[in-house]
């Protein structure tokens, strides 16, 4: 299974870009990189997935280079009910698999 | 539709008793799995399951039993809680199969074994 890595924790102001990095070394090719987000008493939900160069949905961009080592998750122009944990997975699910890992994820905190 | 739910929402077991943690889901998935997760802590796959009458173990299956009668239910039961157990649960469910597939969380249940 592919393990990644992501800061424990971020800060930032209302209204900046929030680029959170997750690192993926050992992910396979058929791997696809899914981002959820969680608040408090809540299950996590669905970000934006991805499994090469630039994804763009409503709420978030994700960035994938070549190598598919890493990725970003570009929040734009964040507000308080961005404060939230998220989760960088890697893995897939199907043909009776089943190999989503989930990590300690990021807790970012915006600040007035 | 409801999407994915749990039942109870909270629940207080003493050390030893058995329960049931209940879990729905009306999207016609074939995926369904359970988790757990500690304080501070991600998301640990307890068991899941890829279709009806299918289920495997996940990363912390001990004390832990699940089965699949049908395509929308997914029990958890719990044989003789332990304080290790106290926890936050969430199942999930997702569509059958695909490399894309997007997990469906229900609110969870919080458990505290005494």
């Known amino acids: 299974l592919a393990k990644t890595t992501q800061p424990i924790s971020m800060d930032s102001y209302e209204g900046q870009e929030v680029n959170i990095t997750c690192s993926h070394n050992n992910i396979a090719t058929n791997d696809y990189i899914t981002w959820y987000q969680q608040f408090p008493s809540q299950g996590p939900r669905f970000i934006i997935q991805g499994y090469k160069t630039k994804v763009t949905n409503e709420v978030a961009s994700l960035f994938i280079p070549a190598d598919r080592k890493s990725s970003t998750l570009s929040l734009p122009r964040v507000s308080l009910s961005d404060t939230a944990v998220y989760y960088c997975?890697?893995?897939?699910?199907?043909?009776?698999?089943?190999?989503?890992?989930f990590g300690k994820g990021t807790k970012l905190s915006v600040i007035p | 539709n409801a999407g994915v739910t749990q039942t109870p929402k909270f629940q207080v077991l003493k050390t030893g008793q058995s329960m049931t943690l209940q879990c729905a889901q009306d999207?016609?998935?074939?995926?369904m799995s359970w988790y757990r997760q500690d304080p501070g802590m991600g998301l640990r796959l307890i068991h899941y399951?890829?279709?009806?009458?299918?289920?495997d173990q996940g990363e912390v299956p001990n004390g832990y039993n699940v089965s699949r009668s049908t395509t929308e239910d997914f029990p958890l039961r719990l044989l003789s809680a332990a304080p290790s157990q106290t926890s936050v649960y969430f199942c999930?469910?997702?569509?059958?199969?695909?490399?894309?597939?997007?997990?469906?969380f229900g609110p969870g249940t919080r458990l505290t074994v005494l």
């Open positions: 997975l890697v893995g897939r699910s199907g043909a009776g698999s089943y190999q989503l890992t």
């Open positions: 999207m016609n998935h074939e995926y």
């Open positions: 999930a469910s997702s569509f059958s199969g695909g490399d894309t597939d997007t997990q469906y």
């Open positions: 399951s890829v279709g009806a009458g299918i289920t």
